[in-house]
């Protein structure tokens, strides 16, 4: 027996997040075995985590009868030390960046209140709000997926808590100046969160500026570049004021020991990230380079593509039936239905992916 007159009226509103696709989907759907599907999908690491952090998931594994410590203090000291900020503006998060965003929103948002979105982006950050009364003002991005300022903060009421930012941003890649960032904090009464999940693999990031901004919040995560997405770890960026009230509505505990201690392995193997990123750096450039479409730039460790004339549904199902997983973007709010997402793999997976391309654009535009 269901009880919906039970679920707030607000949720029954909020469309379902859509996550990648699998291997195993992938492999039951189209009877592929599972060991030759490349996964471009999810932006994961595909080097996969350092063997560093590995190591430190299996000496911990005995210890998971124990509570972790509940503010994650020896990570953040590793993260201190990473980011260049003092222990009093980092706080660690779990289930990921996600995590944090969810407490932010509990923070923040009462019925009514609004957050502004420019899209396309990352579609979780819509769902927090929503979830607590809050309600999304979406501003479209520019044709080469760039943002307006003076348009971001028309958008403003007098509701408006939450300004999100992506950069790089997902799924387009491109990055938000820093000239662009300051005028919008300048001339907000809003706080503004700036998602960084990508930032290893861009050329800027504005962790700095949270120590000369009072209404400045940066997220970010250890899935991408860390290569750690299993484990679901994030960390925020936060003004001191804020950080106090945070802690109020955090869930405790929310980062498990094994998790803590694998972030800080894997922050101190550097030549595994460094190793990962130019990984990226060179394997983008080549499809860019190479795709038989046209292909956005990236500060990321993906490529957004155009496969115009043709749909993003009609190809993304083509490369399923090769055993390849892309990202279709017709899920993420005003990107329309011919953009592909395509994670930067390794070098033999990234050739596969572009001679893929090739033959579908072939075969479809001959047909």
Not at 116 to 141: D, H, M, N, Q, S
Not at 248 to 270: E, Y
Not at 306 to 333: H, M, N, Q, W
Request: aromatic share 8%.
């Amino acid at each position: 027996m269901s009880r919906p007159e039970l679920i707030k009226k607000e949720i029954f509103s909020i469309a379902e997040y859509v996550p990648g696709k699998s291997i195993e989907e992938i492999a039951a759907g189209y009877g592929l075995d599972p060991g030759k599907i490349i996964k471009l999908g999810s932006n994961e690491n595909p080097l996969g985590p350092s063997p560093a952090a590995v190591e430190a998931l299996c000496r911990e594994a005995s210890k998971v009868n124990l509570y972790p410590s509940a503010d994650a203090r020896e990570l953040r000291i590793a993260l201190s030390k990473y980011t260049g900020l003092p222990l009093s503006n980092l706080v660690a998060s779990g289930p990921g960046m996600d995590g944090l965003l969810d407490g932010l929103c509990r923070l923040l948002i009462e019925k009514g209140d609004e957050v502004i979105i420019p899209t396309p982006t990352f579609a979780y950050y819509e769902l927090p709000a929503r979830a607590c009364g809050g309600k999304a003002v979406f501003v479209p991005r520019e044709a080469d997926y760039s943002v307006v300022p003076e348009k971001i903060l028309a958008a403003e009421s007098k509701r408006t808590k939450l300004i999100f930012l992506c950069s790089p941003n997902n799924p387009s890649g491109n990055s938000l100046s820093e000239g662009k960032l300051r005028q919008i904090l300048e001339n907000t009464k809003a706080l503004v969160f700036v998602d960084e999940a990508y930032v290893e693999f861009a050329s800027r990031n504005f962790a700095a500026l949270v120590l000369e901004y009072d209404n400045l919040i940066i997220g970010r995560t250890f899935s991408k570049a860390f290569g750690l997405a299993g484990l679901r770890l994030g960390y925020g960026l936060l003004p001191e004021w804020l950080l106090r009230e945070y802690l109020r509505v955090a869930t405790p505990f929310n980062v498990s020991l094994p998790a803590q201690k694998a972030g800080i392995a894997a922050l101190s193997d550097q030549k595994h990230l460094i190793k990962s990123i130019e990984l990226v750096q060179k394997g983008r450039v080549n499809l860019i380079n190479a795709l038989p479409f046209k292909v956005y730039p990236s500060e990321a460790n993906f490529v957004l593509v155009d496969v115009a004339p043709l749909k993003s549904k009609t190809v993304v199902e083509a490369l399923l039936k090769k055993g390849i997983i892309v990202r279709s973007c017709d899920s993420f709010r005003a990107a329309g239905d011919t953009l592909i997402r395509v994670t930067v793999g390794t070098a033999e997976q990234n050739e596969k992916l572009i001679e893929a391309f090739k033959a579908i654009k072939t075969e479809f535009l001959r047909s």
